[in-house]
Structures are given as structure tokens and as C-alpha cells.
DNA sequence: TAGAGAATGACACTGAGTCTCAAAAAGTGT
DNA sequence: ACACTTTTTGAGACTCAGTGTCATTCTCTA
């Protein structure tokens, strides 16, 4: 997970921060070393026709463990959809905003996807095609993605002095959903071919082709 | 809470077509009676707190007739929600499009609002304030949006000779769901008032100031 | 190295959702 | 009215996600 290796300060650590305290270190080996037994599990067996408890038994922790790590099942089977939007949400923060919005929105998600880490790619390959098949992984990306949308419009009504709920908010953040998700299948459905260069340019072509889209016409 | 009067042989029905073969009536009579009670029990004591065995018990059904109705819990609560994508699938369906595809979305769903039965604003009403209490019903909600918005662009792909995925479809068909949130959203916070008409005029103003979204600037 | 504070595992418990089967409708003929 | 078929229902057993408790075992700090 998270947000950006920082420099190893020897030699590569296979997992987690060696700055962090060991109590830290090792609750995020859990982490990912769960989140990575869901995506096997999942997509090997099904996500229905697997229990929490093979799972945690899969990584040789206890079911208590794994409701302390992850909220729910579905959680860990899409942490590497949480991590694009925690990545983005961060960069949103942390951008002044000047000139027009929708494409500083454009650029700031650019941002993040380049900034995941590089086995990024395969996870939400996988994470994606497993979300495909269980109605229960699609219902909570998408209740993440409704607070994730929550949180940009926050963060853009504190910059620019609006309403959080103001229309304009509502629809810039759903637009830049709807850039991604459109992006993402097609990079997915090619396999992630050409890398983190073709989402980046497939993102930037919707982007663009958006404003034209409220034109369609029929005949 | 009961069934509501069996229909006397005679005056007005009250609830269930007449036309409909009696096993067909006492089918949907038993669907309302369990979604209005969903809306009564959720209400008052909360989403969570109530159990479907309540809540099956409260109309003198078993649970799995409850089950056999509704295929959650949360189901039974957004009832009034299904009701209006349900309405306006329809009339996107039996719409002839020419023209400009955005406008005639708005008509659309104006014409969808219109159309729905008049007891529809309360329980809507109802509906809505108790979906900002659960985390649950927010997330059905978000999945049955998807799966309308999924039918729409289907629908109007057929009717234009569209790929289901272009992403102009996708941002159409979202930024309908938009227009309708933020209108109801408002139209809801202040009670319903005004009626129909005021939530259409809302409708209207919202698809009308959809497209200057994309220029907002910051500074 | 002792003791404070946090993480863990074991276990019991609630409640949603599924399945099966027998009883009770409703529909259809005579 | 009557038997006969088909659908719907209720009862109850069952699985599993998710929660709460408590004793045990770790990590941190002094």
C-alpha cells in the first residue's frame, strides 16, 4: 500500500518502511499480506466460496486480526482501488488551485497514477477483473468512490470558497470519476498494456473528449 | 403492521389493479406492506437496530416470504428510489431520440418525475432521510444507480449505434444521476415543498447549469 | 529487565441470507 | 360443488460475516 515508497535507508526492505516502528512494520506486512491472499483466493475459488476465516487462515492470522486490518471482506479484495483515491485525495490536498478546475483535476489525477507504486499495475488488474465478478465487490467501490467523491468536493468548497454541495462540485468530481473508470476498463480490458503510459494517455484523450460529450446528438 | 384492508368486494381498491388475477394482487399488496413498514420500523428505531424477523413479523409474513419479495433487507427500504429509475427506464425506452441527447434526458426523467403515483413525495421523502442514517442502504442505493445507469447507456446505444461503453454515453447517463441527486437533495432537505413542481423546476435549473460546470475557474 | 500499553487469538454470540420440505393457498377443469 | 395441478407460503435447520469480551502475548520505553 501506501503511499510511496520512501527511500529504503540500506538496502531494498521486501516490505514495509524501515523508519517505521516494528509494530507499525509488521501490521502493514499483515495488511498486505492479506489484501494479496484475497486477490489469490478471490479469483482462484470465487469471492463468495471463500470464508474470511480461509482467508485469514491462508496468511496464518486469526478472524479477529482480519476485522481489525479490513472493515469488511469486500475491503480487502480492493485496497488497490483505495489507493489510487487515497493517492489522488492527498494531491487534491495539497495542490493550490488557480486558473480552470476541471483540467487541474485532470492533471492531479495524472499525478497520482503515476505516483503508485510500480506493482501497482498488476494489482488492480487483478482487482479490477475480480470486481467484475461479484455484485458485492462492485457495491463497495462504488460506496467508496461516493466518499471519495464526498471528500474532493470538500476539499475544492474549502479552496474556492463554495459549497460543498454546490452542482458545479458535484459534477466535476463525478466527471473525473467517470474519466477514470472509462480509462481504466479499456487499460484493463488490454492488460494493463503499455503500462502506466497508456492509462496516462487514455486518461488525458477522456478528459478531452468530455466537454464535447453533453453535445451528442441523434440522426 | 397490516396489511391494509383486505379490498371489500365492491368500492375502490385501494391498493393492486383489479385486472391483476388475485394471487398477483396479494403479491404486490404484500410487497407495499412490507416496504412501508421497512420505512416505518427503519425510521423509528433505526436500520440496524430493526431485524428482518421484526420487520417480516410487523406484517404477518414469514421471513422467507420477506426474502422471496426482496432480495435484501435494504431492498425494502428504497422502495420509492427503484420506483423513479424504474419510470424513467421505461420512458427512455419508449422515446423516439432526434436531436440533442441531453435535453431530451432531462424531459425524460421530468416526464418520469411526473408520472409517478401521488403518495410517491412522502415515502421518497421518508426514503431518503433514512438513507443518510446507514451507511448500507447509501451503498444500494449507489448499486442500483449503477445498474440503471448501466441500462440507460445500453438503451441509448441502441438507439444511436453506440458501443454501450462510449464514454460520451457514460457521461450523459451519469450526469443525469447528478442533476436528479442534487435537485432531490434540496427538494428533500426542504421537506418536499412545493410538490412536484418545485423538484422539476429544481430538475430543470440543475440540467440547465450542468454544462457551465466544466468552466469553473478558481481565483 | 520490569512494567505499561498495544496487538492478538480463542470463543461466544447476533443476524442476514439460503435451502429444503411439507402444508396451504389459488388457478383449472369437470 | 368436486378433484387435480401448480404456485406460494411457513417452519426450521444451516452457513457465514461481523461484533464483543477477555486472557495471553507481544512491542515499546524507562
Known amino acids: 500500500m501506501t503511499v510511496m515508497p520512501t527511500a529504503p535507508s540500506v538496502p531494498t526492505s521486501p516490505s514495509g518502511d524501515r523508519s517505521l516502528p516494528l509494530r507499525e512494520r509488521k501490521k502493514l506486512r499483515t495488511r498486505r499480506a492479506l489484501a494479496d491472499a484475497a486477490l489469490t483466493l478471490f479469483t482462484a475459488k470465487g469471492f463468495d466460496a471463500t470464508t474470511v476465516d480461509e482467508l485469514a487462515d491462508s496468511v496464518e492470522v486469526s478472524k479477529s486480526t482480519f476485522f481489525r486490518t479490513f472493515p469488511s471482506k469486500e475491503a480487502a479484495a480492493i485496497e488497490a482501488e483505495t489507493e489510487v483515491w487515497t493517492v489522488w485525495l492527498a494531491a487534491l490536498e495539497a495542490r493550490g488551485l488557480s486558473g480552470p478546475v476541471f483540467p487541474a483535476l485532470c492533471d492531479t489525477l495524472a499525478e497520482a ?86 492509462l496516462l494517455a487514455r486518461l488525458h484523450d477522456a478528459f478531452t473528449a468530455i466537454p464535447a460529450s453533453l453535445d451528442l446528438a441523434a440522426g
Chains 1, 2 share one sequence.
Open 113 to 198: 497514477a503515476t505516483a503508485l507504486p510500480p506493482d501497482w499495475d498488476e494489482r488492480y488488474v487483478a482487482t479490477r477483473r475480480l470486481v467484475m465478478t461479484a455484485a458485492a465487490l462492485l457495491s463497495q467501490v462504488e460506496l467508496q468512490r461516493n466518499d471519495v467523491k464526498r471528500r474532493a468536493r470538500a476539499t475544492l468548497a474549502a479552496k474556492l470558497g463554495l459549497d460543498p454541495e454546490d452542482l458545479r462540485l458535484h459534477v466535476l468530481s463525478e466527471l473525473t470519476m467517470t474519466a477514470w473508470s472509462v480509462s481504466a476498463r479499456e487499460w484493463v480490458r488490454s492488460g494493463a498494456d503499455g503500462g502506466r503510459e497508456t
